[in-house]
């Protein structure tokens, strides 16, 4: 038997009403209908959801929720990734790339000197988090939804890119990670990119964890250390290599 904790965002007490109503694992939520589910206390909107978590669970494959976001399945899109300094707050670095096109870096030396260029093309230097997102903005495809995990990304970029890139960005930025949420139950905890992307076969290269990315990035910028930068490069661009797989994956799934 699968414990009901294993279902993404329920609570404990959730957990335990449910047992009080007969439903003890995940097996028993499949079984049930949405309506019998209804009846729980703590659970009415979110009814169907918990439903087709169960279900994919039990069937060891996603399930449909709703419609995929038909707006973005025939046509390009680009995808986008920051990342930030907790210590600070600030942007270190703001990757992208398109369906078509590798990824690109721009990486933001605030008040920092690097010991060495990027000995990479794709790798560009800025030294303020306004000119680090003018850059992006000119190097993203014109016209094209702009694609990122969660709303973490848009919120840093409303409060540190300058007008009229901020306003230019808001326009076409679009949380994949919500569309996700709405379209498909996967039979995971957790709907995080670094969950879902490793479901659907893809792994990153070097490692997976934000913290180890910002002390090669540190490494790399006051010891100029190659190998540092080599692990850095390949974290943050798997990053918006992994949304990529998840939107192709979602462009090609089809359900019976």
């Excluded at 707050?89 to 060495?116: F, K, M, N």
């Excluded at 100029?224 to 930068?229: R, T």
Aim: glycine share 4%; charged share 25%.
């Amino acid at each position: 038997m699968l414990p009901l904790d294993l279902l993404p965002n329920i609570s404990p007490r959730t957990c335990d009403s449910l047992r009080a109503r007969g439903f003890v694992c995940i097996e028993d939520v499949a079984q049930a209908t949405p309506d019998d589910l209804r009846t729980v206390k703590g659970i009415k909107t979110t009814a169907e959801v918990i439903h087709a978590h169960a279900v994919a669970y039990v069937n060891h494959e996603p399930c449909l929720i709703a419609p995929r976001p038909s707006d973005l399945l025939d046509t390009t899109c680009a995808y986008l990734d920051i990342e930030t300094d907790p210590f600070n707050g600030g942007v270190w670095s703001i990757t992208i790339r398109s369906d078509d096109e590798p990824a690109q870096t721009v990486l933001v030396c605030d008040g920092l000197d690097p010991l060495s260029a990027p000995d990479d093309p794709r790798f560009h230097l800025t030294f303020s988090q306004a000119e680090g997102w003018d850059l992006a903005r000119e190097l993203l495809p014109a016209n094209t939804p702009v694609l990122h995990w969660t709303g973490f990304d848009s919120g840093v970029m409303r409060q540190t890119a300058a007008e009229p890139t901020r306003s230019q960005l808001d326009a076409v930025m679009r949380d994949l990670h919500a569309d996700v949420k709405r379209t498909v139950a996967f039979p995971l905890k957790s709907r995080s990119l670094k969950a879902v992307a490793p479901y659907l076969g893809f792994q990153w290269k070097a490692y997976d964890r934000w913290d180890l990315a910002l002390a090669d990035f540190k490494r790399w910028v006051y010891d100029g250390d190659a190998d540092s930068f080599t692990r850095m490069r390949a974290y943050i661009h798997d990053d918006v290599d992994a949304m990529h797989v998840v939107m192709s994956w979602l462009r090609a799934v089809r359900w019976g």
